[in-house]
């Protein structure tokens, strides 16, 4: 598979840098994209190439594909993993800060796969992989332009499955649940400094509780690579693949309760988990009281 050219996006940390190892460790030639140049040079000691590119920017997306096209000759992975979670209530949450969320989230995503394109038709053949989230079918409070963006992922790969079918191109859908990666900390950043005070302020606080909880049932990485390789590899790939402790227990409960039902049974949920994180902070500070 020497051959076999991958390009994985948001690939610092976390999902994507576990997804470039993986798909390295099998053979591929890869092509590392981050922002930060500095987070991704040390993957070069694999064998991965690193390029630094902002998914926001069209020029930087343009030069990365010509550079991936004059050094390896043709693109037969793409994995869009860039992305992040910008929390907080919709009425607060400023404009430009949600339209950044959908630049990041979904032009990005879109713009590459159009770069991409041309070169995968020409083969006959491609892959793209976007990296979509369990949030894209569900939904929670203080989340609604993340859910929103999520959702607009899963609508845009169902159009071009549909699309590239006839031309040899899969587009695969990977929908994590809680993974262990430095999204949950800024998440909670967002969260809290967007609607830590006034009228969502109580709801915030729960919020932030659950996203900094260390010790969380959350799946490394590596899950995510699996499927992604899983997905590269197969003959004839799912559609979708649900990856991540919990993930496939709340897809469930959303296809089988009604909208309100639903509603009850995140808020249940995210109270329980809340509450478990206040207990446990109380617990420490009891235990670091007792140790003075």
């Known amino acids: 598979m020497s051959d076999k050219v991958a390009v ?21 030639r890869v092509y590392a994209v981050a922002r930060r140049l500095d987070r991704i040079t040390p993957l070069a000691d694999i064998g991965i190439r690193p390029v630094q590119a902002d998914v926001t920017d069209d020029a930087a997306l343009v030069s990365l594909v010509e550079q991936v096209l004059a050094e390896s000759g043709r693109i ?11 929390y907080g209530a919709v009425e607060e949450v400023p404009m430009d800060e949600a ?6 989230n979904v032009f990005g995503l879109a ?31 203080l989340g609604g332009w993340y859910h929103a963006t999520k959702f607009a992922v899963e609508g845009l790969s169902d159009s071009m499955r549909m ?63 699996d499927a992604v390789a899983k997905a590269v590899r197969a003959r004839r790939p ?30 249940t949920m995210l109270r329980t988990v809340a509450h478990a994180a206040a207990r446990k902070d109380t617990s420490q500070d009891r235990l670091a009281g007792n140790r003075a």
């Open 8 to 28: 994985v996006t948001g690939a610092s940390s976390g999902i994507g840098e576990a997804t470039a190892r993986k798909l390295r460790a099998i053979g591929y």
């Open 76 to 86: 037969d992975v793409l994995v869009n993993n860039a992305g992040y979670g910008s």
């Open 99 to 104: 339209r950044r969320q959908f630049d990041v």
């Open 111 to 141: 713009r590459l796969a159009q770069l991409v394109l041309p070169q995968m038709r020409r083969q006959g053949s491609g892959r793209i992989v976007n990296i979509s989230s369990i949030g894209g079918k569900i939904h929670e409070p």
């Open 163 to 225: 699309e590239l079918a006839p031309l040899g191109i899969d587009v695969v859908v990977i929908q994590p649940g809680a993974i262990a990666t430095e999204w949950s900390a800024i998440a909670g950043q967002h969260l809290l400094a967007t609607s830590g005070r006034g009228p969502y302020a109580d709801q915030a606080a729960r919020g932030a509780a659950i996203f900094a909880v260390e010790d969380s049932p959350a799946s490394p990485p590596s899950v995510v690579a």
């Open 238 to 267: 799912r559609t979708r693949y649900v990856v991540g402790r919990g993930a496939k227990v709340i897809l469930a409960a959303r296809r089988m309760l009604p909208d309100r039902g639903f509603d009850w049974f995140m808020r």
